[in-house]
């Protein structure tokens, strides 16, 4: 298999579908295959995925689980074991990110990608522009600034700075048969971490095309992970010592000032 789409849900009854449509529409040269995780939903979610999973059998593999996989506490790392347990379900040769409530625009998203890192072999990650949707009406806008590099590296993420939206996010699956880094089970970013250990084995390339969406609701995880929370930011504080450690202090210089940084921010929030 070249590509395994790899999509958790929860909750997601209202986007879904159109996130199903965003993946079946795509136009490739290679097989592709949609891996679904619905965590345990409430909603008419895991029927939808059900429904779709009937009509495209030999498309759509789902995993409906009967209870939430967790954790429940703290609520910072929600939805972190069905992640986790989807992307080790993933066996393409690689691995494309979509969550439930993002979808893709571009019919030719996935071979765009599969090209680029094909082309370029000391690549780990593809990623793309997005345009940033909003439930409340706000003005959409792009996730990516026009000066956005079309080579990034593993330093520009130490420095603190978050520039691949995880439904733009295609990356070479070294994960079939290695584990993740221990650090990554306590780290509340999961997307963070999963980019980083990525980027310590390769570059970073963007393609400066719009070809998805990025919608951003009330329910959403990033209204929890907010410079406002200090458990977060405490804990993104942690996942930064640890990564400096798992690199053996190669980028120490990097890393000294962005703890520096966020001790300043949890001292500012008084917490």
């Known amino acids: 298999m070249k590509v395994s789409v790899c999509v958790p849900t929860y909750n997601h009854e209202k986007y879904i579908a159109q996130m199903l449509d965003g993946a079946l529409m795509q136009q490739t040269d290679f097989a592709f295959e949609i891996v679904v995780g619905d965590d345990a939903s409430t909603d008419s979610a895991p029927a939808i995925i059900e429904e779709y999973a009937q009509r495209f059998p030999d498309k759509i593999r789902a995993y409906l689980h009967p209870q939430n996989l967790g954790p429940q506490e703290p609520k910072e790392f929600g939805g ?16 494309a990110l979509c969550e439930g409530d993002d979808y893709w625009t571009d019919p030719f998203k996935l071979q765009k990608q599969v090209d680029f890192l094909e082309a370029h072999h000391d690549f780990a990650i593809c990623h793309h522009d997005l345009e940033v949707i909003y439930e409340d009406g ?57 980019v980083i250990q990525l980027a310590a084995r390769g570059c970073i390339g963007y393609i400066p095309e719009v070809m998805g969406n990025y919608r951003k609701h009330h329910g959403g995880l990033s209204n929890i992970h907010a410079v406002t929370n200090a458990y977060f930011l405490r804990n993104r504080r942690q996942m930064f010592a640890d990564v400096n450690e798992w690199l053996s202090y190669k980028y120490n210089d990097i890393v000294q000032e962005t703890l520096r940084k966020y001790d300043q921010l949890v001292e500012e929030i008084g917490n």
């Not at 972190?80 to 691995?95: S, T």
Request: glycine share 6%; proline share 1%; hydrophobic share 40%.
């Open 80 to 95: 972190r074991n069905n992640v986790l347990f989807l992307l080790k379900a993933c066996k393409g040769q690689y691995v």
């Open 138 to 194: 706000s003005e959409s806008h792009s996730f990516n600034p026009k000066t956005q590099k079309l080579i990034s590296g593993i330093e520009d993420l130490l420095e603190d700075r978050w520039f691949v939206g995880t439904a733009s996010l295609m990356y070479r699956n070294f994960f079939r048969e290695e584990e993740f880094a221990d650090w990554h089970h306590r780290a509340a970013a999961g997307d963070w971490a999963l």
